[in-house]
């Protein structure tokens, strides 16, 4: 059974980090398109970035575009999502999800998801 869970999200203040970790079972992380998706109060999912291990490819959208790191633990099964620079409108839930195939673009689409964690960034 393929299950992802999430962790790291919390409360911090306007310019912190936080990191997220999304553990993987049930299937190797290094043979599917990982990617971290949101969704703020009022709005709809918005992916903001993905990586695919077999090939090293990661993208961001431009909201987190150098603010943002996605990176990969292969021996862990873990996929990360190092947050910098926070601002109050990345307040959301964030969610890993998984796809076969390589990372391409940041989306919303994908098979596989986690039940999501919590980021609330206060000004």
């Known amino acids: 059974e393929v299950q992802l869970v999430e962790s790291g999200g919390g409360l911090v203040q306007a310019g912190g980090s936080l990191r997220l970790s999304c553990a993987a079972f049930?299937?190797?992380?290094?043979?599917?398109?990982i990617g971290w998706v949101r969704q703020a109060p009022g709005k709809e999912r918005e992916g903001i970035s993905c990586?695919?291990?077999?090939?090293?490819?990661?993208h961001y959208a431009d909201s987190v575009k150098g603010r943002f790191t996605i990176s990969s633990d292969n021996a862990k099964n873990t996929v990360y999502l190092q947050m910098a620079g926070l601002k109050p409108e990345d307040t959301a839930v964030y969610y890993c999800?998984?796809?076969?195939?390589?990372?391409?673009?940041?989306?919303?689409?994908?098979?596989?998801w986690g039940q999501g964690t919590q980021v609330t960034v206060s000004a």
């Open positions: 049930g299937f190797t992380v290094d043979d599917y398109a």
């Open positions: 990586i695919s291990s077999i090939d090293g490819n990661t």
């Open positions: 999800a998984a796809e076969r195939g390589l990372c391409r673009i940041p989306h919303a689409y994908y098979d596989y």
